[in-house]
């Protein structure tokens, strides 16, 4: 089924651990983010792409890093996970960034760091 | 900076009842506005897509509408069913050089049987 599909599902760290979320997605989308949902919070931008070879910052950036080396793939590392960084990571595509094509979402990712 | 605002956060109707949900948003530079359904645990389904051009979208028992000088939007569901118990979501996409969109927080819909 065309979609965007994140694994894992749910992953459990230490503090200081590093790991990468993955992100894929088959709709040959140029666009792609990376939001974060915490109670109370809502939903707010990591990171975005306009395209291969192309990333910038959203409004929380730090502790994370992407690079997006084809068109189907984005995923969003923690270099050193923190407590704080506990949350529900959400990838999601459209297909430009002109904001003209509704977003699709994957499933999510719950992260709980200890 | 936009800012998106849901209200009210909770709200609790009987079967069979026609409702609305409101959104405001503070920049009327607004480009469009989306409306998504999140059920508990899972990811977001995108309902409708308002651009900003047009004044309402309208899928099955949904209708949104857009008013941009008053800064507001509203999702009309007649005929409420207990499948549409949900977080609804609204998120404003203000146009090039942001390329993000911009979350209210959410109302959360129970339909009772």
């Known amino acids: 089924n065309a979609g965007v599909t994140q694994t894992p599902k749910f992953q459990v760290l230490k503090t200081g651990q590093s790991m990468t979320l993955q992100c894929a997605q088959d709709?040959?989308?140029?666009?792609m983010s990376w939001y974060r949902q915490d109670p109370g919070m809502g939903l707010r931008l990591i990171h975005y792409s306009v395209g291969a070879g192309i990333t910038d910052q959203g409004e929380v950036p730090n502790g994370y890093n992407v690079s997006r080396s084809t068109t189907e793939d984005f995923p969003l590392r923690l270099l050193s996970a923190a407590p704080s960084q506990t949350s529900v990571y959400f990838c999601a595509s459209s297909y430009s960034k002109a904001g003209a094509n509704s977003y699709t979402f994957g499933s999510g990712t719950r992260l709980t760091v200890v | 900076k936009q800012e998106v605002t849901q209200i009210p956060a909770a709200l609790s109707v009987p079967e069979g009842e026609n409702l609305v949900l409101n959104c405001s948003f503070t920049d009327s530079a607004i480009y469009n506005l989306q409306w998504f359904r999140q059920d508990p645990g899972k990811g977001l389904t995108s309902l409708l897509l308002i651009q900003s051009s047009q004044r309402e979208q309208t899928s099955g028992r949904l209708n949104a509408s857009l008013d941009k000088s008053s800064g507001r939007s509203t999702l009309y569901i007649a005929a409420s069913q207990p499948g549409d118990s949900a977080t609804y979501l609204c998120?404003?996409?203000?146009?090039?050089?942001?390329?993000?969109?911009?979350f209210g927080k959410g109302t959360k819909l129970s339909v009772i049987p």
């Open positions: 709709m040959n989308h140029e666009y």
């Open positions: 998120a404003g996409y203000s146009g090039a050089g942001s390329y993000q969109l911009t």
